[in-house]
């Protein structure tokens, strides 16, 4: 067990629908990371959020959102859903000191079927 | 985009034998990392390898890391049935974004 918890472990949704996925960091860490996996395009960075400001943006689509609140958890929201978002989407979490090594925990991944 | 290419893409072994995965990258790094997905659930950290370290070993794990050919290998000695899962490599670059960028990864099939 990481640490880091997601919700809902697995979410059924129809084309055009609109989500949100949860996500709790590990106790102490400040930054959190959301990752999508999927079959073509493999494992990919969307966003990073530290300390409740957006650090990086990766292979993110506008009709995806987050945000990190200051409880230091984070949602991610995907609105207007495509077929070919189904996918597996993952949050990390990590300490984010300034040393600049450090592990990233991952959360078990929300499952994500559009129909 | 994928930052690193694993190779093989699969691999199956007897229980026993040693395991090696590779891994390429294209660009500077950090450090890079390897972690373990069984099959459709999280991953797991396995170890981290900073850019000036060459070696490191975690148990029955050992990485090596040339950043000159910008390749890291994992070796897994002795392997067991329950390390069938698949293994990524992640690369994390400079600066105060920390995103790792994963490669393809390498199927490990064990068998008993």
């Known amino acids: 067990d990481s640490g880091v918890t997601q919700t809902p472990k697995h979410l059924i949704t129809a084309t055009g629908q609109r989500v949100t996925l949860r996500c709790s960091p590990r106790s102490g860490d400040l930054s959190v990371y959301w990752y999508q996996q999927s079959l073509d395009q493999g494992l990919q960075f969307l966003i990073q959020?530290?300390?409740?400001?957006?650090?990086a943006k990766g292979n993110i689509l506008e009709r995806f959102s987050a945000q990190q609140f200051p409880d230091l958890h984070s949602e991610l929201n995907l609105s207007s859903l495509e077929l070919g978002d189904s996918a597996l989407y993952f949050c990390?979490?990590?300490?984010?000191?300034?040393?600049?090594?450090?592990?990233?925990?991952f959360g078990p991944g929300t499952r994500l079927l559009v129909l | 985009s994928q930052q690193g290419e694993e190779d093989p893409q699969a691999l199956s072994i007897q229980e026993g034998e040693n395991a090696t995965m590779n891994c390429s990258y294209k660009?500077?790094?950090?450090?890079l990392q390897w972690y373990r997905q069984n099959s459709g659930r999280g991953l797991v950290h396995l170890i981290l390898?900073?850019?000036?370290?060459r070696e490191k070993h975690s148990g029955r794990l050992r990485v090596t890391l040339d950043t000159s050919k910008k390749s890291s290998s994992l070796l897994i000695t002795a392997s067991r049935a329950a390390d069938t899962a698949s293994y990524f490599c992640?690369?994390?670059?400079?600066?105060?974004?920390?995103?790792?960028?994963f490669g393809s990864g390498t199927q490990l099939t064990v068998l008993p």
């Open positions: 990390a979490s990590s300490v984010a000191s300034q040393g600049g090594y450090e592990t990233q925990y």
């Open positions: 660009t500077s790094i950090n450090n």
């Open positions: 992640a690369t994390s670059g400079g600066g105060s974004a920390r995103q790792l960028t």
């Open positions: 959020y530290y300390n409740g400001e957006e650090r």
């Open positions: 390898i900073r850019s000036n370290e």
